[in-house]
């Protein structure tokens, strides 16, 4: 069986593997290099529990395969926090209490670190619509928006 | 002595009857003389039933008192999700 | 006010000894823990990616397991010929219906994970592979050989009661039915409840309305799919890693499926990535034990998001019909209704639950509802948040919201006259105890929400719902450690933070800081049996374990200082995390604090511990009322949520932000099953939308922010008067929506979801019925 030997950088890392052609990057991430923050939650990139950035854009890593991410800079949940040092968003997540099974809080996470980063300042719509690509099932949004909309203002310094 | 009452489910399964009298003093004894004075009864009890006392829901208690002068209600076993 | 001749004379209903512990009103007054908002001690690993999901286990040496599924909605498997799979170089183990014994307890759940004789809905089990890999077992299951023999099949709960339907089970009789059936058919069994003589009912009544509903099946869509790691030893000795909401229950039906002792199988409960009662059952944990278990080496299953359509467990569709008779002055006379739903290929649908909890917020003379339990060539469904409630109480809601329309009367108005309060006899049976129904009504009626003014387009809808909640066998062990903190262990699965809950509840009753506690979930070899996280009963069940642990810990820790200070253990008490002698005449001695009687425990006898085990009664039934604003475009259908209000009585919220969340997900689930999800079977009996493009939740977009308001209204029968919130938030969104959209649009919609072509269609006929 042959496989495609891989370089590229993952949260700052630099990264090799080998992987099948038909891998996607998230079962790369998964099952070869043990990073089990992103999910699988549809495999047809409808839900955004598997949300990574490439080169700084939010992608679902289900719909990449694994060898598309030669010369790349991959950014995972893992490389969120730094160390013991929590992100905004992930800090106001727990502080708005916005999860309750969290297997989607991941993707959340990504995402809304992704939109803040373009837009600093959004609106409680435009974060909605940002944030259309990431299923919650336990929350309805709420806390999340919530979340999401606080950390902007403090990361705005307000 | 204990006024029971059969929702109607297990009304239709006992034959029409609707309200039973048996002597018991807690849930056992009450499953027990349920299914003596009705035998037909004995397939549902073993399914699975659920026992109401003066409206708290019992699911498993044998050994739960029955006061006098309680009402007590034969339902089905009821779950949740 | 609804007469209810025996709420009048009933005395009320007397204490019963339970194995629980009273309301403390006292106590409740000055809570010190209770009712904060600290962070979960889970949070961390969860906004980190750390935590460990069902999938993200790995144990060495494992292999991918597959399972192969029918492609026919209905089928007998004539053959199964495994051989050339078994051959392919990298398998390792092959398993269909011949590796799983016959089964007396677990009849239809065995049938269910791995069809015997015959498939019978598309995506059943048919067999299964290991392999090294995923592309070697895909490849193994492609060389499976399967003689099918083609038989009709149905799908619609309706057509599957005819008396010429393609029949599912030769051996099932109706049960319920008097005299028993002679010939098998499609139904399950009947239930019947009620009370009173609705004929003469509805001779009083002035306004009569009946009215047809049907709603499509949905499934709980939670975001993670079924996902295990089993691991079967030589000598047995067994270990499953498997998000569930009740591995306890796991252990005893895998054991008993496997043909093992309970005490070989220890299973461990992964984080769970969302239940709402479909993981409360199995469906790839038996097939991965066996597959194990033949392959000698650990085995890996996670379902696709399409197996977990077509092979987990929906919830019912159903075709229901409900009459309602009232008075010119708002008096309901007579309820009457019939429920059909169907659960899938297998016995147990909740139309019985549907059935009782249809009329639960009223209190009536005069009632009767009768279920019938269907199959169908569709997957078995399994429980979703109240199961059968929304369905039924959508119906009656409807009609309620008509009634009122019809005679003039205020929504909140026509529902507090006739509404369920402590001593009203059930519409299923045994009288109220406290509940909390009339309070919600107040609530929703005063807020500000109910008297908003409303645009072209726009309208509101209201509707009141009720769950009864459980409480089961619960286990709780709590441990001091030496350096004055305290470890806890559940066996009930945290689905919403419950184990943020459990350290509020101990800290409160130890006195010491809420930081100071951790909670787990300890696996089933460490605790006591426990069922399964479900009936909205772990923040009263496990919490009451964890009360009464944290008590026989507080009294063992009385005993130590009683022992320090030579004075008798009567001469102690416990204030403020702090044993201290009980007056002047015990003796003058320093309060002592939980760390200082921790770090002596070793030479006072030993560590400090406290336990419990019971089977927890006396949860009580939680009622809530929900205001929801819609617009309707008339041009395409389209309903868009304004506005919404959830008011719920919650008994006492331990930690009110994840009651508020229990309140906000329920709603959100009722909107999606109220406007867009749908299980939707072509002709071929084939499901069309198994993926989440089509089968469309809400997402933030769709949604406004969900008010709530949480009413307390205390169970009796807990200390802190606490009631199971999880569920009752599923029940009214159907109705409310539905009332909102008929107001908003004018017509009215009996049938769900009202997604955009059903609603147009509604408008267009009744713009063509009006010329």
């Given at each position: ?34 990073m ?16 990574v ?14 060898a598309?991410?030669?010369?790349h ?28 099974c ?57 | ?14 034959g ?32 699975g ?18 006061p ?14 | ?6 709420a ?22 000055s ?48 053959s ?20 799983f ?9 065995l049938?269910n ?35 099918y ?32 059936p ?6 399950a ?14 001779a ?46 796991v ?11 309970v ?68 008096r ?11 659960g899938?290929?297998f ?20 009632v ?14 399994a ?35 006739n509404?369920?309060?402590?001593g009203t006899?059930?519409s ?56 004055g ?13 419950s ?19 951790r ?36 009294t ?37 604090s ?54 719920q ?15 906000q ?41 969900i ?31 539905a ?19 059903r ?13």
């Open positions: 069986m042959s496989g495609i030997h891989v370089s590229t950088k993952i949260n700052g890392d630099a990264v090799e593997f080998v992987c099948d052609v038909e891998e996607t990057l998230l079962d790369v991430l998964r099952d070869k290099l043990g089990t923050g992103s999910k699988e939650g549809c495999s047809s990139g409808d839900c955004g529990a598997c949300s950035t490439v080169d700084g854009r939010l992608t679902c890593s289900c719909l990449m395969l694994g598309e991410a030669e010369g800079d991959i950014g995972t949940i893992e490389g969120v926090a730094k160390g013991t040092q929590l992100h905004p968003i992930q800090q106001k997540i727990l502080d708005h209490a916005a999860l309750q969290g297997v989607c809080t991941p993707g959340f996470v990504v995402a809304a670190k992704a939109l803040l980063e373009k837009n600093p300042d959004p609106t409680e719509t435009e974060v909605r619509f940002w944030l259309a690509g990431n299923l919650c099932r336990c929350t309805g949004y709420d806390k999340i928006i919530r979340a999401v909309m606080d950390a902007a203002a403090e990361m705005r310094g307000q | 002595m204990v006024q029971v009452t059969l929702s109607g489910t297990f009304q239709q399964v006992a029409g009857i609707s309200t039973l009298e048996i002597e018991a003093k807690n849930i056992r004894q009450l499953l027990g003389g349920l299914e003596k004075q009705c035998p037909e009864l004995k397939s549902e009890i073993e399914k039933i659920a026992v109401a006392i003066n409206g708290t829901i019992y699911r498993d208690d044998w050994f739960q008192p029955i006098e002068d309680s009402e007590v209600f034969i339902i089905p076993r009821l779950a949740g999700g | 006010m609804a007469r209810n001749p025996d009048d004379n009933a005395p009320a209903p007397k204490a019963v000894k339970t194995s629980t512990i009273e309301f403390d009103a006292d106590k409740a007054k809570f010190k823990v209770v009712g904060s908002r600290p962070p979960r001690p889970d949070g961390m690993d969860k906004v980190t990616g750390r935590a460990r999901f069902g999938a993200d286990m790995v144990m060495p040496g494992q292999l991918v397991g597959l399972i192969l599924r029918s492609p026919h909605p209905h089928a007998v498997i004539v199964i010929d495994t051989t050339e799979a078994e051959a392919l170089s990298g398998v390792k183990s092959v398993i269909t219906r011949d590796d014994a016959e089964n007396a307890d677990h009849h239809d759940v049938c994970i791995m069809a015997r004789e015959k498939a019978l809905y598309e995506g059943h089990a048919v067999a299964a592979v290991s392999a090294t890999s995923k592309a070697v077992a895909r490849k193994a299951l492609k060389l499976i050989k399967i003689d023999q083609i038989l009709p099949h149905v799908t619609d709960v309706d057509l599957a009661m005819a008396p010429d339907a393609p029949l599912l089970h030769a051996d099932m009789i109706t049960s319920g039915v008097s005299p028993v002679t010939k098998p058919s499609n139904v069994g009947r239930s019947e409840f009620g009370h009173g003589d609705v004929e003469a009912g509805f009083q009544a002035d306004v009569i309305i009946e009215r047809d509903f049907k709603t499509a099946a949905t499934h709980q869509g939670y975001i993670e799919p079924h996902a295990c790691v089993a691991n079967v030893g030589a000598d047995g000795m067994s270990e499953l890693w498997c998000c569930t909401q009740g591995h306890f229950h252990r005893q039906v895998c054991a008993s499926l496997l043909g093992i002792d005490s070989r199988l220890r299973v461990t409960a992964s984080e769970i990535g969302g239940g709402f009662g479909g993981k409360t059952t199995v469906f790839i944990e038996p097939v991965a034990l066996a597959l194990s278990r033949k392959a000698g080496r650990p085995v890996k299953i996670a379902m696709s998001r399409d197996e977990v359509f077509k092979a987990s467990g929906p919830t019912a569709s159903s075709s229901m019909n409900v009459k309602i008779g009232v008075t010119k002055d708002g309901i006379t007579a309820g009457e209704g019939e429920f059909r739903y169907q899938g290929a016995a147990g649908a909740p139309a019985d639950f549907g059935a009782m909890s249809a009329f639960a917020c009223y209190a009536l003379d005069n009767k509802t009768v279920a019938y339990d269907v199959v169908t060539n569709r997957p078995k469904g429980a979703y948040r109240a199961p059968g409630a929304p369905m039924s109480v959508y119906a009656v809601e409807s009609v309620i919201a008509e009634l009122a329309g019809e005679i003039g009367m205020d929504p909140i108005e026509l529902r507090l006259k509404a369920a309060r402590e006899k059930s299923y049976g045994p009288k109220f105890g406290s509940c909390g129904l009339v309070e919600t009504l107040e609530a929703a009626r005063d807020h500000p929400h109910y008297s908003a003014p409303l645009g072209p387009n726009q309208g509101r809808g209201v509707a009141s719902g009720f769950w009864f909640n459980f409480g089961g066998e619960t286990c709780s062990t709590l441990n001091i450690n030496a350096d903190t305290v470890a806890i262990a559940v066996g009930t699965p945290d689905i919403g933070g184990r943020a809950a459990m350290c509020i509840m101990a800290a409160e009753e130890l006195g010491i800081p809420y930081e100071r506690v909670t787990i979930v300890a696996d089933t070899s460490s605790l006591g049996y426990n069922d399964t996280t479900e009936g909205s009963r772990v923040t009263f069940s496990s919490g009451m374990a964890v009360i009464k642990a944290s008590r026989k810990a507080v063992e820790m009385c005993n130590r200082a009683a022992m320090i200070w030579d004075i008798p253990a009567e001469a102690v008490t416990w204030e403020d995390g702090h044993a201290k002698p009980s007056g002047a005449n015990a003796g003058d001695f320093e309060p002592m939980l760390a200082e009687i921790a770090a002596s425990a070793s030479k006072t006898g030993g560590p400090i511990a406290g336990h419990h085990e019971y089977n927890a009664d006396g949860a009580g039934v939680s009622f809530g009322t929900h205001i929801v604003d819609t617009e309707v475009d008339p041009e395409t259908g389209r309903v868009d949520i304004l506005r919404y209000t959830v008011v009585d919650a008994g006492k919220a331990i930690h009110p932000d994840y009651v508020e969340g229990q309140f997900g329920g709603a959100v689930q009722g909107i999606g099953w109220a406007l867009n999800e749908e299980y939707i079977y072509g002709e071929d009996g084939r499901l069309q939308n198994a993926g989440f493009l089509d089968y469309r939740m809400p997402v933030a977009s769709d949604l406004p922010m008010d709530t308001v949480i009413v307390e209204v205390p169970n009796p029968g807990h200390p802190y008067g606490v009631r199971g919130v999880g569920e009752t938030g599923i029940v009214p969104p159907l109705a409310a929506i009332n909102a959209v008929s107001a908003a649009s004018g017509v009215r919609l009996t049938e769900l979801p009202m997604s955009p072509p609603v147009l269609k509604a408008i267009d006929d009744a713009k063509v019925a009006a010329q």
